[in-house]
């Protein structure tokens, strides 16, 4: 379906903020809005049999669990999009997580989103350790950490993974919310179980509703059924009360097998293709439906995806894998439950493929079709990298991300151009692999550019009448010229030109008065570097 905003809030506490943390959890929110799970209760019975309870036994799970969660401390310098050639400054947060078997600690990736530095605190022990982050899936919002010390690892016990819980069930979540230093426990039931918009990667994957209580700082802690984790505690829906949500074991488990098989998150899968339901009679009866016959409507397919060159508009998906696909998009999932069908793409690994059953023309086929990862023309997420960007003549250009139109926070639906850039990053698609749509960012104000500043939010096309792909072509292009002149095409038709000689005696002037360390990101530089080093071997 459609790309959506995020609008649920990841849970961990400080005053760092990530990329995602930066638009939805910075300091223009109020402190209740930065939400996470857990308050500071005592764990009591209950009435169900794989619920903790105070038995002889149940009290040593109590210790595992307890000896396995820890206190994740992180040092954040997120990254500045409106100065690229700088961090905002260093700070502070915190969250939860816990041991698995292999000696690997299991957090949200939104915990150490841009982290600077990661130590972590055992439960019971006044001592930090160092720790580094081996794989993140920002997109899941999963995160494996690991420590170099032993002495760490001694007395440390790990948790292993349970089942998707049933309706109704009791949950306790485990971690170090605000409101205190120590491990804290609190209960819950399962509310619901469905795909949910995750707020940090802007996805939407299978999650589980609870309705623990909730405060920030749990985010990564340990949702438990008895001894056996159920879910990753990781966001909550705000401006309502007691709703939670936990990263389900089906999503956890993914995340780690695809790091083992390929030693980095490889991303999420995705059939590629927009749909809309087929709840209309007169819809179904246009496209041959029978009455028996159930299914969504293909509407556009992304052109880098496989399905691209096997489906076509107006297809009907009948099913997915042998799964036949309800007019609503959903699938049968356990007990009287449904899920939509997208789940099933989803925990795909990439390069599987999935069979389709597809009507057109009124015949039915399958199709075998092979699902891998795929780019946003604009990118959702930016984390753990710098912003690329490139400075000539004054004039920042740099490939749009959604973080950068998060700079501007509501603003960006007041001002037409940007209005306007946000909507490309919600509609527009790839058509060529690397592709980007690059933008003159603003104007670092000079005799040479004069006029030119209220050129700022439009996107470069060309340069010197060649049509540009991405940034890093912008940047060759520039680099590279050998003529008298230099010509720029905007959107709207607008026109920069500056004499090229001219241009580079001014730009290494700006980026002195303005204390600015490079006209170019290092990956621009690296790039050219190495495409250099390959035309001419030693």
């Not at 004069?450 to 939010?457: D, E, N, Q, R």
């Amino acid at each position: 379906m459609d790309r959506e905003l995020p609008t649920r809030l990841p849970l961990s506490d400080g005053d760092g903020a990530g990329d995602c943390r930066r638009s939805l959890c910075n300091s223009a929110i109020p402190e209740p809005n930065r939400v996470a799970f857990a308050t500071a209760t005592t764990l009591g019975p209950s009435s169900t049999s794989r619920s903790l309870s105070s038995s002889a036994s149940e009290d040593e799970s109590v210790e595992t669990v307890l000896d396995s969660v820890v206190k994740i401390f992180t040092v954040v310098s997120s990254p500045n999009y409106l100065m690229p050639w700088q961090n905002k400054p260093p700070s502070d947060t915190w969250g939860s997580g816990f041991v698995i078997p292999g000696k690997r600690i299991i957090t949200n990736a939104h915990v150490v989103a841009n982290q600077t530095f990661v130590q972590v605190r055992k439960h019971g022990s006044p001592t930090k350790f160092k720790a580094r982050v081996l794989a993140v899936g920002h997109e899941c919002d999963l995160a494996i950490l690991v420590v170099d010390s032993q002495e760490f690892w001694e007395g440390m016990g790990f948790l292993e993974f349970g089942d998707i819980p049933f309706l109704q069930e009791a949950i306790a979540v485990v971690g170090y919310p605000q409101g205190g230093d120590n491990i804290s426990i609190t209960k819950g039931v399962v509310s619901r179980v469905e795909p949910t918009k995750y707020a940090h990667g802007a996805t939407k994957l299978m999650a589980i509703q609870i309705d623990a209580a909730i405060n920030p700082g749990n985010s990564g802690g340990p949702a438990l059924i008895g001894d056996k984790v159920v879910g990753v505690a990781f966001q909550n829906l705000t401006d309502y009360e007691n709703i939670g949500y936990i990263i389900p074991v089906p999503v956890i488990k993914q995340f780690i097998s695809g790091v083992e098989e390929s030693g980095e998150y490889p991303g999420l899968c995705s059939l590629g293709l927009h749909y809309q339901p087929t709840e209309n009679s007169q819809l179904r009866n246009h496209f041959g439906m029978l009455p028996e016959m159930t299914g969504v409507l293909v509407n556009n397919i992304k052109p880098l995806s496989d399905a691209y060159r096997i489906l076509k508009k107006d297809d009907i998906i009948l099913a997915f894998d042998g799964v036949p696909v309800a007019n609503d998009g959903t699938i049968p999932f356990r007990n009287r439950e449904r899920i939509a069908f997208d789940h099933l793409a989803s925990m795909k690994k990439p390069n599987e493929t999935a069979l389709i059953k597809v009507l057109r023309d009124g015949k039915q086929n399958e199709f075998s079709i092979t699902l891998r990862p795929l780019q946003h023309l604009v990118p959702v997420h930016q984390f753990d990298k710098l912003p690329s960007y490139y400075i000539f003549a004054g004039l920042i250009f740099i490939p749009l991300t959604q973080p950068f139109l998060d700079e501007y926070g509501e603003n960006r639906y007041y001002y037409t151009r940007l209005r306007r850039l946000h909507e490309r990053a919600l509609r527009e698609l790839p058509r060529n692999a690397g592709e980007q749509i690059v933008i003159l960012s603003q104007v670092l104000m000079d005799d040479i550019n004069a006029g030119y500043k209220c050129l700022a939010k439009l996107q470069v096309r060309k340069v010197n009448g060649i049509e540009i792909e991405n940034l890093s072509h912008l940047y060759r292009l520039v680099e590279h010229h050998n003529r008298d002149s230099i010509r720029f095409d905007l959107e709207d038709e607008k026109v920069i030109i500056f004499d090229y000689r001219e241009a580079k005696i001014a730009t290494s002037a700006i980026l002195k008065r303005q204390g600015i360390p490079s006209a170019a990101s290092t990956d621009l530089i690296d790039e050219q570097n190495s495409e250099e080093d390959l035309a001419c071997p030693i």
